[in-house]
């Protein structure tokens, strides 16, 4: 009953499971396709709390070795989505974000960071598998995100301004084909 519970509300971050399923078991819960479930597998929270707050100075590493600072995405909109491979509703999502990026070239930046922890080969097979064409591999070994927005849920998804200034943030899955999403980006990529 557990795994049911966390995929209809999420992923708790603090207490993931004692050990991780692999990729193939998201697989089957990815083969809804995005509209075909209806938003009922979707039901993140919208919360503008943290809205003005500026963007953490935090390094990540792709399973390249590449570095990337959260401070360099300053000067366009970015949207951060916190994932995991053993998070059903977080890899339900990837597909949609990885889209979400497409529609928006040179307007939006998508960067997925995984909470994976010392598991870089799940990260890159998944990617792999999936064959994103919009999404790169960041990780964040340390969790260092997922403590400084301490939502305690995955996915979370935080929408910052050309400025680094946060938006707002996505507690939870959510469907980013939607209408919602278009109106929920609109201010920040101009209508």
């Known amino acids: 009953m557990l795994p049911l519970a966390l995929g209809i509300a999420g992923c708790d971050r603090q207490s993931p499971p004692p050990s991780q ?34 963007m953490p100075d935090f390094a990540f590493q792709d399973t390249a070795g590449r570095t990337l600072r959260s401070a360099e995405l300053k000067g366009k909109p970015v949207l951060v989505n916190l994932w995991a491979t053993w998070c059903g509703p977080c890899v339900l999502e990837m597909p949609m974000l990885d889209a979400l ?16 922890m010392s598991q870089p080969e799940k990260v890159k097979a998944l990617f792999a598998e999936k064959k994103f ?41 959510h469907d980013w084909s939607s209408a919602r999403t278009t109106a929920l980006l609109g201010d920040v990529l101009g209508g």
């Open 21 to 54: 399923p692999s990729s193939g078991a998201a697989t089957e819960e990815s083969a809804q396709a995005p509209g075909q479930g209806g938003e009922q597998g979707f039901n993140g929270t919208l919360d503008i709390a943290n809205r003005g707050a500026a």
């Open 101 to 116: 990026a497409g529609k928006y070239p040179g307007k939006l930046r998508v960067v997925t960071i995984s909470q994976d």
């Open 133 to 173: 064409a919009h999404l790169e591999t960041w990780l964040d070994p340390e969790n260092q995100l997922g403590f400084h927005y301490n939502t305690g849920m995955l996915p979370t998804s935080v929408l910052y301004d050309a400025q680094g200034r946060e938006v707002w943030r996505m507690i939870g899955s």
